[in-house]
């Protein structure tokens, strides 16, 4: 049995229809997009697969976090600690998404001037601190279902020491390449 009360009267007036619909197109305009992710190293926006490779090769030195490195072209397995006992140099520009989040540091010889592109086994935030300034990456890529590689950055790099800072991640150490862009 219908409600006698509203019995032919729609809840919403026919006034009410445009300005409900108009609220409603502005809301979805303002939401950001939520994209998947791009997926396989053919989805990066340059080639990966030789770090990829290196990144999945087993014997990679390990460093730990606040030791000195040079540039070779070959992977190396960071060990990270607590984000809170990281005592990274500069605070990261962003702050750790996730919680408990691993970090770590590690102080370059001086490069040779020139482009070089990171990459990372796994999902992080990468600063890199030069002359006590932050590096902004030229340009940055990434991807999942790729076997070894999860993010790739490009920066230039002046031929002074640099300090390469990972945060915003989970497991206690993240596979990196560093070698000159091709």
């Known amino acids: 049995m219908r409600n006698s009360r509203h019995a032919g009267k729609s809840l919403i007036s026919n006034a009410t229809w445009p300005v409900l619909i108009a609220a409603l197109a502005a809301a979805s305009l303002a939401a950001p997009a939520r994209a998947d992710e791009p997926k396989g190293c053919e989805s990066f926006k340059w080639p990966v697969q030789r770090d990829a490779a290196l990144l999945q090769a087993p014997g990679k030195p390990i460093l730990q976090s606040g030791a000195s490195a040079a540039i070779d072209g070959k992977a190396f397995e960071f060990k990270l600690v607590a984000f809170d006992a990281a005592a990274l ?14 970090a770590g540091f590690l102080s370059f010889a001086a490069p040779a001037a020139g482009s070089y592109q990171i990459t990372l086994s796994a999902a ?29 950055v490009r920066v230039s790099l002046a031929a002074s020491p640099f300090t390469l800072q990972i945060s915003s991640t989970q497991g206690p150490a993240i596979g990196v390449v560093i070698a000159p862009a091709p």
């Not at 990434?142 to 993010?151: E, F, N, Q, V």
């Open 89 to 102: 140099p500069k605070p990261p520009e962003r702050s750790p998404k996730i919680s408990p989040s691993q």
């Open 124 to 152: 992080a935030w990468i600063d890199i601190v030069q002359n006590g300034n932050y590096i902004k990456p030229s340009a940055f890529s990434g991807a999942t279902d790729c076997p070894g590689a999860r993010k790739s």
